[in-house]
């Protein structure tokens, strides 16, 4: 079965640093597109960083300089580069594989999502 398995979530301090990873079984990554999300109280859910699986990127203005997205396609494993981390970058963020495919003349859509991980940061 394909599974995604997020990690490297935690409490960081203003200014501060996170490699958040997010780890494929079952399939292989590069074949999907990635898009990391983030949910904070109070919040509707925001895509803040896409990577294609042709390696092309998109950020969030609210994370571009910031936030790096990236794969490492022999550990099949997918990060998010966090530096500069602001109190607002504080949330749970999901890491989503998408892959839409025709099979049989019918088109469908592949979606997996990670099981969130925290990240807040404080002084």
């Known amino acids: 079965q394909v599974q995604v398995v997020e990690s490297g979530g935690g409490l960081v301090q203003p200014g501060g640093s996170l490699r958040l990873s997010c780890a494929a079984s079952?399939?292989?990554?590069?074949?999907?597109?990635i898009g990391w999300y983030r949910q904070a109280p109070g919040k509707q859910r925001e895509l803040v960083a896409a990577?294609?699986?042709?390696?092309?990127?998109n950020y969030a203005d609210s994370v571009k300089g910031r936030f790096t997205i990236s794969r490492d396609n022999a550990k099949n494993t997918v990060y998010l580069q966090m530096n500069s981390l602001k109190p607002e970058d504080t949330a749970v963020y999901y890491c989503n594989a998408v892959r839409v495919t025709t099979e049989r003349g019918t088109l469908k859509a592949y979606d997996y999502w990670g099981q969130g991980t925290q990240v807040t940061v404080s002084s």
């Open positions: 079952g399939t292989i990554l590069s074949m999907y597109g």
């Open positions: 990577l294609t699986s042709g390696g092309n990127t």
